[in-house]
């Protein structure tokens, strides 16, 4: 559809809408598309009306769309919730994370952060998400299930919409339908929640009339949100072990201190106006490296890292001045260094590094001293700890 929906953007709102394969939700072909849908919705509303001669109500067919609809949003929930009870939906600031200011944070790398430091607080988010699955898929308690699943979902669109999580249209469309689920019961639920007093059975449409099928139909329900909750778990310990806390682990894992830097045979000093020289070293994710320049500044730059010939190649441009951040171009080769670590507390890089023969002796830094990973729990606290 892409061809279609570039012509309408270019058309109508003056911007191209190109898919980019970044996982993110909220690009212009998206917002493209939601308009595309809309427009085809009230036109295909329009149209119905006009010829529709039964004036029926379609009770059937409203059954099984609101079916759908709880199916539906009870896959996406649980999808989120075994994210987050996994916990590599937001998973522990990374070490370099821990090097980087925190105005030098997003928004979005805050909330990340805020909720990765405590796995247990994002396993009971998790826990919540599961939760409302759980009873959506149980035709009986389909309507608490949309309860819970209502305030999941108005916490997740809170939370998108004031830290510019790029999920909105996602997260909105996931509350539109809680609410549409809950929408045919708003009477009884006033009744019972606000007015006290008694109400009836429900009245809601479900495609199934008798009890044999209504029972068949609770347990395919029962049986379907099984087979999603096997595939996500088993997707998140997947995750969990390529590229959560069990994921492989680069040679010299850790932060490195530089304490001696020698170029060309000469030591050079540790001064804050040298854009060269580096002052610590990253190494947490495998085929990239991150260094910090004398002014504080980190560079992530992609590394070909050999465990066997203890050899790492940079390759990368040179970063700007000033920037904290550094975008992947691996258009030419900037270090070739050897690695040697006599104890499990030291090591030294040698070699070619922007044309010059260097050696780099480094200092492991223990990353337990920062406080977000050695703050305890207080039972007794007399002043809070900012």
Known sequence: MQPALNWVGRRLFGVPAQLYPSGVGDQTIFWVLLFCVLVVAVAGTAVWS??????AHYRTLAGWYLLVIRLSLAGQMLSYGCAKAVAVQMPQPSLTALLTKYGDFTPMAVL???????RPYEMALGAAEITAAILLFIPRTALLGALLAMIDTLQILVLNMTFDVPEKILSAHLLLMSLL??????RRLIRVLLLNRGTGPSAVPYPFRTMRWRRVAALTQVAFGIWIAAAQVHGGLHAWRT???DR??????GIW???????DGQPVPPLTTDETRWKTVV???????????????LVTVPADVDAADHRIRLIGDRPQPGSTTHPFHPRNTQATLTFQQPNPDNAVLTGELDGHQVTLTLD???PNRFPQRNTPFHWIQNTPNL
């Not at 006009?50 to 004036?55: E, P």
């Not at 201190?257 to 170029?263: L, M």
């Open 283 to 297: 190494f947490d994710y495998p085929n990239m490296i991150t260094y910090q320049r004398m002014d504080d500044t």
């Open 50 to 55: 006009l010829l529709d001669r039964r004036r």
């Open 257 to 263: 201190s530089v304490s001696q830097y020698i170029r």
């Open 243 to 245: 590229v959560g806390p």
């Open 181 to 186: 689920l809950l929408a045919p019961e708003a």
């Open 112 to 118: 990340w952060s805020q909720v990765g430091v405590s």
């Open 364 to 366: 492991r830094v223990d």
């Open 248 to 253: 492989p682990k680069p040679p010299l894992y």
